[in-house]
């Protein structure tokens, strides 16, 4: 088993839906060590960080923040460990389109 260590995945939302940011690779699991969302404005935004599995449309049990309001010119970052498999999908959304998402994970294929 091939180990690849991921510097990031970025994500600037350019409308208010939700938007892939990452899709694991097929014959791949990821394990994501931390992920951060900054609001580069200064007016509030709401956020939302969700897992969906196996392609999964939207739904309400994947979130890991759901529309979480994050002040003008704050960051919320997170370290932890999410185990996923061949085709999951993390989404994100950014209602006023000014928040940047940042993922770090593991590869192994």
Same mark, same amino acid.
């Given at each position: ?40 404005? +200064?007016?509030? =935004? !709401? &956020? *939302? ?9 939207? #739904? $309400? ?23 996923? +498999?061949?085709? =999951? !999908? &993390? *989404? ?9 998402? #940042? $993922? ?6």
């Amino acid at each position: 088993m091939a180990t690849t260590l991921k510097v990031l995945w970025q994500s600037f939302p350019t409308s208010a839906i939700d938007d892939d940011l990452y899709t694991v690779p097929a014959s791949t699991s990821t394990v994501v060590s931390s992920y951060s969302i900054s609001n580069t404005s +200064s007016i509030p =935004d !709401v &956020v *939302r960080l969700m897992v969906s599995v196996a392609w999964a449309v939207t #739904n $309400l049990k994947q979130s890991i923040h759901y529309d979480f309001p994050l002040q003008w010119n704050d960051t919320l970052a997170w370290t932890l460990w999410m185990s996923l +498999s061949a085709t =999951d !999908v &993390v *989404r994100v959304y950014s209602q006023n389109w000014t928040s940047a998402f #940042n $993922l770090f994970w593991q590869e192994n294929t």
